[in-house]
């Protein structure tokens, strides 16, 4: 029997034929499914590039915004309406070129929201640049006598700032990856997974290389121990470690502080303060000048 999909619609998908983002797509829903989600209840966020283009393709509430921009718009929306299942969807140029500040940012703030980055190690909307995490020496279309740059590791960056939770997965895998969005979405606080997203169109190499290359977590692997996930995210060597690679410490979330001097009232339903309140908050700013 055919179940309907409560996160399908009918938009056409842009994406090249056979691209590895449709497993990232296939994956996602099938988190929400697993988690008992309807369309209401989800909000996805994301900027510029071929992975913000994601949330045109699922039915549920969504925000396309700037390049490089979503983390903030997903805090606010975090913050305001701590209700809804909050996840950016986003590309390594676009959450760790551009947005790269703001990923550092979040980090520190901690909000409950998951931030998925498809890293196909270039920029693939404009024309196969190099990216954040294109190695050394790789050939791109403006980087023509080779990267120069060493590549950044941001999981490893948010695991050295106690990111709630930290994975990796692989496009080509949807059904491991969507057991991991699950497990992210879960997870209170930040949670980080980068997808392993081969470029068909730029990048001159077969999905299957980046399939020889998968390394999953050793057995035995625990993911609570900081050390074991820098030195497995610091020595891969050419490989891309998978699964989930770090459980950060219990912390306070961005915006409880909020919720808190409201009496657990969403900022959503509080409507905007009265004008005296505002008055008087400039006025104590303009006294400190």
Same mark, same amino acid.
């Given at each position: 029997?055919?179940?309907?999909?409560?996160?399908?619609?009918?938009?056409?998908?842009?994406? =090249?034929?056979?691209?590895?983002?449709?497993?990232?797509?296939?994956?996602?829903?099938? %988190?929400?499914?697993?988690?008992?989600?309807?369309?209401?209840? /989800?909000?996805?966020?994301?900027?510029?590039?071929?992975?913000?283009?994601?949330?045109?393709?699922?039915?549920?509430?969504?925000?396309?915004?700037?390049?490089?921009?979503?983390?903030?718009? %997903?805090?606010?929306?975090?913050?305001?309406?701590?209700?809804?299942?909050? /996840?950016?969807?986003? *590309?390594?140029?676009? =959450?760790?070129?551009?947005?790269?500040?703001?990923?550092?940012?979040?980090?520190?703030?901690?909000?409950?929201?998951?931030?998925?980055?498809?890293?196909?190690?270039?920029?693939?909307?404009?024309?196969?640049?190099?990216?954040?995490?294109?190695? /050394?020496?790789?050939?791109?279309?403006?980087?023509?006598?080779?990267?120069? %740059?060493?590549?950044?590791?941001?999981?490893?960056?948010?695991?050295?700032?106690?990111?709630?939770?930290?994975?990796?997965?692989?496009?080509? &895998?949807? &059904?491991?990856?969507?057991?991991?969005?699950?497990?992210?979405?879960? =997870?209170?606080?930040?949670?980080?997974?980068?997808?392993?997203?081969? =470029?068909?169109?730029?990048?001159?190499?077969?999905?299957?290389?980046?399939?020889?290359?998968?390394?999953?977590?050793?057995?035995?692997?625990?993911?609570? &121990?900081?050390? %074991?996930?820098?030195?497995?995210?610091?020595? &891969?060597?050419?490989?891309?470690?998978?699964?989930?690679?770090?459980?950060?410490?219990?912390?306070?979330?961005?915006?409880?502080?909020?919720?808190?001097?409201? *009496?657990?009232?969403?900022?959503?339903?509080?409507?905007?303060?009265?004008?005296?309140?505002?008055?008087?908050?400039?006025?104590?700013?303009?006294?400190?000048?």
């Amino acid at each position: 029997m055919n179940v309907p999909d409560p996160f399908k619609n009918d938009v056409e998908i842009q994406w =090249c034929p056979g691209c590895p983002n449709f497993g990232i797509l296939t994956a996602l829903k099938g %988190a929400f499914r697993d988690l008992r989600l309807e369309p209401h209840q /989800v909000c996805l966020v994301s900027g510029i590039g071929q992975a913000a283009k994601l949330p045109h393709y699922l039915r549920c509430n969504f925000f396309n915004g700037l390049h490089g921009r979503a983390l903030p718009v %997903a805090l606010g929306i975090h913050a305001a309406n701590p209700a809804l299942t909050t /996840v950016v969807t986003t *590309g390594e140029g676009d =959450c760790y070129g551009e947005g790269g500040n703001h990923l550092l940012h979040a980090l520190r703030r901690n909000p409950d929201i998951t931030v998925v980055v498809h890293n196909n190690e270039i920029y693939a909307l404009t024309k196969g640049q190099g990216s954040p995490t294109t190695p /050394v020496g790789e050939v791109r279309s403006l980087q023509v006598h080779g990267v120069e %740059a060493a590549p950044l590791n941001m999981p490893a960056v948010a695991v050295l700032h106690d990111a709630a939770f930290v994975a990796r997965g692989f496009a080509g &895998d949807p &059904d491991h990856l969507k057991d991991l969005l699950a497990e992210a979405v879960r =997870c209170p606080g930040l949670s980080l997974v980068e997808v392993i997203q081969p =470029c068909i169109t730029w990048v001159r190499r077969p999905v299957s290389w980046y399939k020889e290359r998968l390394w999953p977590v050793p057995p035995g692997y625990d993911p609570g &121990d900081k050390d %074991a996930a820098l030195r497995v995210l610091a020595g &891969d060597d050419g490989r891309f470690v998978t699964g989930i690679l770090y459980r950060g410490p219990k912390r306070p979330l961005f915006g409880e502080r909020f919720r808190r001097e409201t *009496g657990d009232e969403p900022l959503v339903r509080r409507g905007f303060p009265p004008k005296s309140s505002i008055s008087a908050l400039l006025d104590n700013f303009r006294m400190g000048e």
